[in-house]
């Protein structure tokens, strides 16, 4: 029930064409049900601008295609993460408006370019070639959220020159996330450079004791900057998200 | 070397009084200590107006008031964390202007207040009142880094009711640091009602399978809510600072 | 060595057609083979109306084909669980009264619906989408042991309204197998709003820092709720068997 | 809000002493907080009988005397785990109707004995001598939430005719209690034996490879009987609280 | 019920001073408790020779005399493990015929030797001089339950040569415990070079990765030698008495 | 260098066609090769009778069948190991004497069967179904390394009167192996029952918090009876080796 | 920008063709990113006379190829490591002067072959069969990088013999790379009869308990000799590389 | 036997005072002990001139000042490690020549300072403060086996212009040791820089996830640069120890 519905309802109440009894029982129920259902509706307008975001993986074309024609009824851009080529391509069949983005597994919906509400520019840094596909989810994540955004990818600190040859962008950078797999050592080094926050994006990339990523992970949670926080292993839409979020803040 | 040395030297050239030679040598080893010196400025002149922090474990009362007394010369505010009571008594009668705040183990010299600097109110929520050292180490440090701030304690997920009593202050927010040991439910159910962005810290709090808080942490990384990041177990002070650079990210 | 045996061998010795010595060595080897049989036989009655549990994971559909028929001799319903499409096409070719449930790898074979024997309902609430097939695999087990169930999917803590919306069906339950992978903080909130013990099935969902369901175990392990015990990830039969076992403890 | 301020509201909005305005302001924050009260209070009302728990350890005996004092006006049994004998002393000093459990750490205020609300008896089994603290721990809590309760304790598998002395007994219980250190194997038994849940503890007693009690946890979750849940390490309070409210579902 | 008691009720039976009636009551009750009661006689009858054995630790010296008071009554040999020097003190001062054994924290009461039972020698070799305590534990236990033994102690593989100097002595032994911690190497290259099983003990001695013996355990449980079985970390005792046991596998 | 070799040089030296110098290099390097060869001789002649073993996994048929041709030069018997049906098929095609046994994925050459050497018979205990690979694999070793041996499948701890049933058997074993997954508690049960030593052998079976076998591994380094030793997870030929040497002791 | 382009600045400068200004706007940025390229620059030239490395894994053959032929432009020996069959065939169909080491998964294209670099020779041990691939990786990845290398494989530490009939080699190598799965014992035998540095590679080659080259890895790093340090599971390419570093230090 | 001995015994071959089937006999047996001898002497030999080492801790005073004065009777320098104040002051009261360095918790027996034997400078750097015990014992062990060494410490990532300030003294050293905790990130930095070969020291400084230096462990191992090797957890000994023998590799 939205704001429109409850003045109505109200309204009606006022002007006696509804029973005190009968609106009691609309608005008793008006409990979590309803509380949920404006929750919703409230939770909508307040993410409206870069539409709600669909998890492809384990989910086949035909469900894809299904849940993007619901909310393209009401939003103007879907984020569909952690899709194939395979699907990507059934449902660019299907949805007009749409562009696959092959490196990062993301499809995106986006009948009219999202307004850009953030304050900065949001600076993705990567660590290695490999770092790029989760790298590149945070960057569109980011983008469809409504952010300025860039991308500098293979900068690790093996040679951290490379690195250091773009200080100006990352001092100027309202936040940065830093992708990095293997001993995840990147963000500390970033994070001691800026004053602004960073996301860290652990990543699987690497083989032996990277342990799946468990070692980029302890890396990143033990960073010796302050100006630092962790998401999950290869969550690069996560951290895009997260940095959307803090990227409107002030606004 | 700044740009005055440089151009000196470029004149120097120009004028030949100094040669090719010695000028390319002096240039070719314009190397990185001088850009680190620079930074070092730079640095310093960013992180200004919070201070700098003194962790405070496995240091001897005598070198935490040498340490803070050369501070002091430059700066109004100096934050000490993790200091015993004790420790904190020898400082006290050393140091003017301080105060302890024994419930966080952290130690504050604040010669005038610092001015507020962040965007919105940086609100602090503890699952359990053994989670209230971490908090409110996050929430002092939030404070002295110039941020509004303000505590919710004890609202964990087995009442979740307690929580729900805050809405409209959770809602507000600018920044949401959530504290908890244990299970460490708590932040994804916060994130799930909010738009701002989520600071998680695990705590060591618990027992048996809590394993110092690995399980906290695990729930964090794994939140199903996407407006999280997460620090280090115990981390109050890490959270409270990444929330001061976030809430300032507009300004 | 049952009463009546053990009779006629006192009588043998009474009446001398059996010598001390004999007897003597007929008793001290009454041992556990006997009283294992006997084992047997109430252990079976004890458990009948339910029937016993094919595992399918690993057995040739001929396999559970063949022990299905030795079963259905003696009872009315017999469950086999993880069981895949393919096998389960081949085992509804040769056994009647049977039904394959897909998304459950779960197929009944249930020649008379079973008895109601529970308490109360045994109320099944998933967080996920993805923890479904653990959810239904818990709810047809519950079912088929003789109790009224439902089951309430996808009421994550990442929108916990969702969860509020259905509080009354919650608190009248008898007893609440709650199924939730990632951070696994599903248990912990729905045992807050209720008196019913709560049994806590992790799942292996998730990607990651979630570690094929350590981190939801883990939470679930930890959850700051009292009423709650847990079983193996993904182990949604001993959950529903679980629960069936509590929902006849007072009957 | 409650029905009656509900249906006062919207009289006053009948009558026109509330503008449509204004009520649709007040009933568009009917939110969670006032949901939240109604639910503490219900909350409390299921609780009672069997009074709060207060969790002992990293209280000073003061702190437990003050809420015991306030709690005791309400409640007629009071239950407080994990306190130490010197704790207990101070506490005994000050509170009467009050008794001291040592070996299970546990202290009870009991003004009236509990009411028996259990179906059937509460079976405490524990594996070995050491693990009678944690054992008892069960037993006490189990009791003072009115059941029935009985122990039998040092029946570990290394010499499994002990337990079969007892297997009466066992095959009678209600709901049972299984506390092992080590490799945890007794719950697997015991729950072959019986058809009653079963609930598991496992204990960090043992060296070595037993790592804390992680051996022990995770005997118990892949335990092959299916009528079993398990709760965290040496968390025998959670595993009496568990079977009282198992006990208690049928009635 | 022992085998005199039970010829005796028989012998009644037969002669007619006892009536089948009651004879049947007292042997339909020779169920799991007689057996068990039996059980443990026949046991002790089989452990004769060795006596019981009691775990020093977490046991006052006041429950450790009244203990052993107990046992010899009926057993010449009573082993102590993991007893400190003080309580040694105090239980020497009560108890005849007995010996403290400082590095191996054990104790034993021995009123006339234990014969020799097993096949050959029992060796026993710790890598270290900080791996002693374990092995002299191994050493002492494998003795009183009538073993011939011999201990080689600090030839670790870091000087591999000074294990070679005692090759015909590790050629000869019957059964072979090899003590070690940190890398526990020495286990495989042991077993490598005889025909006799080989026992591993991996001890918590090491420091960083060593992580309290997980790292020997790893290494023995992975050796390369087919002729080796593990036991539990510094768990000398269980190590001797397996090697005692296999030593009189032939006799 | 051999014997013959070793007095040929001296008569050499002893009749002067080779000096002393020569002499003296020649034996300065009697080093490590020498006693190396003479090891592997000797080494060798201690195996023989059971042959060597060959890892099957992870060479092809072609590869197998050549080494079994080398071997069976010298060697009656000889054991393959983890070889799969195909590769088996290959190898039958062209080696005589050789039979395959599937479910332990063995194969076994055998000229002439292999004389009995060991003391007693060697036991081969089964948790459960899915057990029996590893527990064949065990059991074809010892065999064909001059052992009786004998297989109990099925007798998990779930229902432990299956095992009861067998235990005239399981007490007159001179080794038995017990082979678990799960949680592993069956070692600990058997071990207590008897006096022979046990060999544990945890397997990778189960699924969730077996973590492919820790589980059952942890379960059995902490089993509280003390005749027990653990070998890797799945390794049924080790215990199989190590059963074969241990039954040769007294021999 | 190298040593050359500086001095013509500087000398447009000296001679008037350049202004100070513009000089100095030229100079002024030579910062991270000159001194990044000049970086790049030296370090290529510190590194020639091996070449760069290509990480095979993950890319096609065309990518392969392509930068193969950019490094070709420069450098006489061109690595690629973990490279399949597959990829490679295509490669060598495009590349002249390369070849294949199929065991190595290594791809070396050598125009001329390296000069000889190293002090010594730098020798690989390898503990078994299955560990000759990582082996192989190291030993060719030293021999490119100019330095004498030879492999002594499949002399693990069951048969300790088969190391000591090479102790001369091993006793005058300058340094030794010793590559082992399972439980990593044989870096430190070898470490303890040498006085050269030892690179410890451990291997995921084993099953169960070895955690995929986990174990393996516990033990080096607790290996009790002092002259080993330890690189990633399976990188033998590392080990190599930084045993031709170790081999170059004095020269 | 040494050559002297083997001689002799070959002149009495020759000169007929010894029978062949005698001197056979003597050196059949010229065995492991004999080489084992053998062996340690040339292994001192090859050791001399650093001295042997003292593992201090657990050691008492009096212990330690033993073995140090058998050692000063052969050794010109001997090291203790990991030795407290206390004992310290001990051992300083009786052995003269001897200085105590607290930080390092080390004490050095110097009669003549050690020669310099090593090619370059082993340059030792940490990370923090509280990585400098660590780093002073690699420092002071790399000294007295014969190297120049320097130190260059609290460089750690999160100000990493520090680290450049000391450029040409790295790109200068030898061999590097880094030492660090936390998230373990220089090793890859400095390496990153250099072409030497660095030695990691992972020490157990900091809190929560670094679970006592693992997870610098792991960030160590998975370093993106490959001229690394690792040592474990605070062994700043045998990073020293290993230094030492790489600087004495040319030589």
Chains 1, 2, 3, 4, 5, 6, 7, 8 share one sequence.
């Not at 999202?114 to 569109?140: C, H, N, R, Y």
């Not at 955004?149 to 020159?161: E, K, L």
């Not at 050592?185 to 004053?195: D, F, H, I, K």
Request: proline content about 3%; some cysteine; hydrophobic content about 45%.
């Amino acid at each position: 029930m939205n704001q429109d519905q409850l003045t109505r309802l109200l309204n009606q109440v006022a002007d006696g064409t509804l029973s005190v009894e009968n609106a009691c029982n609309d608005l008793k129920h008006l409990s979590f049900e309803d509380i949920g259902h404006a929750h919703v509706d409230h939770h909508r307008s307040l993410r409206k601008g870069f539409g709600e975001v669909i998890f492809g993986q384990g989910k086949t074309a035909a469900q894809i295609i299904e849940i993007m024609q619901k909310m393209t009824a009401h939003e103007d851009v879907v984020l569909v993460t952690r899709i194939s080529e395979d699907k990507a391509g059934h449902v660019l069949d299907h949805m007009p408006f749409s562009t696959y983005h092959e490196d990062a597994r993301v499809l995106i919906y986006e009948k009219t370019p999202p307004a850009i509400k953030g304050a900065g520019e949001i600076l993705v840094i990567s660590a290695g070639t490999s770092d790029i596909p989760v790298a590149k989810e945070s960057l569109l994540t980011a983008q469809v959220m409504g952010n300025r955004v860039h991308g500098i990818f293979d900068v690790g600190v093996a040679g951290i020159h490379r690195l250091f040859s773009h200080m100006e962008r990352i001092r100027n950078a309202s936040v940065i996330i830093v992708v990095a797999g293997m001993e995840g050592a990147l963000p500390s080094v970033v994070a001691g450079m800026v004053r602004a926050p960073v996301i860290a994006v652990p990543t699987s990339i690497g083989y032996g004791a990277s342990f799946g990523g468990i070692s980029a992970l302890l890396g990143m949670l033990n960073a010796c900057s302050s100006n630092i926080a962790v998401v999950n292993i290869d969550n690069g839409f996560g951290a895009g998200y997260m940095a959307a979020t803090i990227n409107q803040v002030g606004t």
